[in-house]
């Protein structure tokens, strides 16, 4: 296939705004606009602004404009996905200095909180670092327009970045369709055999591994910011010394986390909404939310990232205790509840919920496989509901855990997916991924 042959291919059935609707400037585009959104595609690509520029138009006026564009998008065909491109560097181009692009692309990115619209990083891909950031002159025609090598790059960049949603939009379809036979992977605190846990690495780890979800953990600074860490305490994961309520911002970020040996790394803490806004469009994230945050502020946070309905939030409160920490907002979550032997009458707890917001699944925990608990199983399958164990430990799923996996996955993740188990949150997620694919249920 040519060059020009694949890129079709890869938009096929999308639309591409950048050059020739109605002009490439966004006034352009924005005046011709309706041709395209009238048709209400599945995707839109934008990548406007370089000639605008070369117009004279400044940052501040372009970004406006590329907002108004994407507002009429989202109003007009409101389930089409917006990927902003950011602008591409420009090679000896001083009508279009690398300033502005660069003052543009920051503009753009932060359009990325907005639900259904994902930034795409061009031009950190195709920036000299050596020539202060012009574009490298080999993937050039004249400073400008990219040659073919230049295309095929920009392709796969786009490639890749559909691919993560395309992923991530088949594990919530999984996630919400208790009838399939799929077994979802959600990995405990992330890849943290290969990176330190909790880390936006782990997270990457697990979106290149292909697993369906990451539990994170979630704590609150001195000055009331939300960070991605388990311990209450930082000494074990990180280089820092103290309570981590009693740390700034400011002072965390100072820190670095360690492996899962303790060694230094080179990875920082990350706030809940760097984890967000990374995870977006590629990946499900677990959020274990200590009791002590006011859910409010966590809610706040996924408003403004629009990634509500890329989380799922779990806890053991009965159901008038979950409304009151969550609000109202609980019928909109992706909310599980946990079902453990703590729970008085388990069977009405779980016709409080099914009868009020029917949640998609229920995280139960049992140390005993004959444990009267687990025949509350088949009563969640029956409810047409998933059935959630953490196999990270055996006392949590009735000694059928991820270290027994390691010599008897069959007597370990089979025992649990025979009894009706089809979401298993593991610390060992690719081990378990090539399990569940020699069974045939990935």
């Known amino acids: 296939m040519t060059e020009q042959g694949t890129w079709r291919e890869l938009f096929k059935n999308n639309h591409i705004i950048n050059r020739g609707i109605g002009g490439d400037t966004s006034d352009g585009v924005l005046y011709r606009l309706d041709e395209v959104t ?16 070369r117009n004279k138009k400044t940052p501040e006026y372009i970004i406006q404009k590329i907002t108004q564009i994407t507002e009429k998008i989202r109003k007009e065909s409101p389930n089409t996905i917006v990927y902003l491109q950011s602008l591409l560097p420009t090679y000896n181009r001083p009508e279009r200095p690398i300033s502005s692009i660069k003052a543009i692309n920051e503009g753009i990115k932060k359009l990325e909180d907005k639900t259904k619209v994902f930034y795409i ?55 919400k369709n208790p009838s399939d036979n799929y077994v979802f ?7 943290w055999r290969n990176a330190p846990e909790n880390s936006i690495q ?29 311990d209450k305490k930082l000494e074990r994961t990180t280089n820092g010394k103290g309570a981590v309520k009693e740390k700034t911002l400011k002072e965390i970020k100072q820190l670095v986390l360690k492996d899962g040996v303790g ?32 859910f409010k502020k966590i809610a706040q946070i996924l408003e403004e990232t629009g990634t509500t309905n890329q989380v799922i939030l779990r806890s053991y409160r009965p159901l008038k205790e979950a409304y009151a920490y969550y609000g109202n907002i609980l019928k909109k979550l992706n909310y599980i509840p946990g ?25 139960i925990k049992f140390e005993k496989d004959d444990a009267p608990i687990t025949k509350f ?26 270290e027994k996996a390691i010599t008897d996955p069959d007597n370990a993740w ?23 694919r020699s069974r045939g249920v990935r």
């Not at 188990?421 to 378990?432: A, E, G, H, K």
């Open 121 to 175: 990083d061009l031009f950190s891909h195709f920036a000299n670092p050596n020539e202060e950031d012009q574009l490298y002159n080999n993937l050039s025609l004249d400073g400008l327009h990219l040659n073919g090598k230049g295309y095929l790059k920009w392709k796969k960049i786009i490639e890749n970045k559909v691919n993560d949603y395309g992923h991530l939009k088949k594990s919530l379809q999984h996630l």
């Open 38 to 53: 009238e048709s209400r595609p599945e995707k839109i690509f934008l990548l406007i602004g370089t000639n605008d520029l």
């Open 202 to 230: 782990a997270i990457k780890g697990c979106i290149d591994m292909g697993v369906d979800a990451v539990e994170i953990d979630i704590a609150e600074t001195k000055d009331g910011h939300i960070i991605i860490m388990h």
């Open 377 to 402: 199983m088949s009563v969640i399958a029956k409810n047409k509901d998933k059935v959630w164990v953490h196999s990270i430990t055996a006392n949590r799923s009735g000694g059928h855990d991820d």
């Open 263 to 294: 060694r230094k790394t080179k990875y920082k803490i990350p706030t809940l909404k760097e984890a967000l806004l990374f995870s977006k469009g590629k990946i499900i994230l677990d959020l274990d939310v200590k009791s002590e945050i006011p």
């Open 339 to 363: 079902v453990s032997k703590k729970i008085k009458n388990i069977d009405k707890y779980i016709k409080e919920f099914e009868s009020d917001i029917n949640p998609l699944a229920y995280a």
């Open 414 to 436: 089979g025992w649990l997916i025979n009894n009706g188990v089809n979401m298993i949150q593991t610390d060992r997620p690719r081990l378990l991924l090539n399990y569940l």
């Open 185 to 191: 992977v959600i990995a405990h605190r992330g890849d």
